[in-house]
């Protein structure tokens, strides 16, 4: 095929607003790009920055067809968009990534699928559509992880099961839905790798990073990750064979666990990720100006980390003290001259809502470890 690219000052269509959408704004912005959100959220905050907010269902036809009509390429920064809106946007406007891609990384059961069929590590498992699947689960399977199989995120839907009992109780609780039992890994840490590919297949890959989760939801990003070279090039190949196999086109995370010193596929996330936002004050180029530029079949840049980092994500949980609500002293934070904090103009705090990350860079990756670490505590993160 060959290799079109999108004119400026051409409308960039985005479907999601969540501040992933909101990066990619300001991404596109920057390369001269004019960006429409469709995002049913009235306070989307992509929206808000966007030339133009469509508020709207994401199978809203009216706001589709006008969607596919005035904007020149379409791409998304929530995996859950139905995939009949992408293949329906497909008919009349390039889609990046693909629906066909995008669904497989929207269903647990088919994310394990693919990689089984492709040779790519993953856990033991086993579908769950009825108690009698429980039964039958094969005796390795626990303890384990009962997780519904759609619309999961930050540890929502998934209950840790240490035996059939706690399974049957757990699949009753997400009330029928379709689950994946995952055997309980022992993990040795966990690792990510965020890359782009374009339309030509050309990939970058950026550092890996190490994620450290807490209460199943992503916490710290230490880049590059403390893993072997050899941990960390593995990563990079899987990812890389992953998004080829996908046909991907745009920016994907890959989620990987390391377990008695052996990689293992998580999961993957078919947009930009957030333990891939240090690469926005710590590489030469961020994953959202990677996704615009691969969206846009712009030649991808240069991947590489010019500084070591740690990527701190603020839950909205520290605007609250004990009954008070309030905001919190950012001025606190402001006193480390090498970290950057990144605020998303949520309207509201809730606990467990991602409401910022901070970046602290630095050439000395013990050093800027020390100091994300200072700066949590400061800001009244808990451990
Ligand atoms: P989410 O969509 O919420 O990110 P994940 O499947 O990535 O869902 O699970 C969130 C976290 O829970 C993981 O990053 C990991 O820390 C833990 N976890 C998930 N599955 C397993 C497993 N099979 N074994 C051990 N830990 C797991
Ligand atoms: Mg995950």
Redesign the pocket.
Known sequence: MSKHTTQRPAILGMLGGGQLGRYFVTAAHELGYQVWVLDPDAHSIAGQIAERHLHAAYDDRAALDEMARECSVITTEFENVPAETLDYLAKSVPVRPAAAAVSVCQNRLSEKGFLRDNGLPH?PYAAVHSEADIAAAGADLFPG?L?VVRF?????G?AVVEDREAAVAAFRNFKGETCIL????T?DY?ISVVLARDEEGNTRCFPVSENI?RR?ILDISIAPARAAQCIRDSAMEYAEHIAAKLGYIGTLGV?F?VSHGQLVV??MAPRPHNSGHYTLDACVTSQFEQQARAVCGLPLAEARAHSASVMVNILGDIWFDGDAYREPDWNLLHQYPNLKLHLYGKHEARKGRKMGHFTVIGEDAAKVLDTAMAARAAIGIAD
């Not at 995952?182 to 890994?185: C, G």
């Open positions: 856990g992880i997780k999961g995120y930050d540890g929502k998934q995952e055997k309980k890994l993990l966990e989760h199943g989620e666990f998580n999961e």
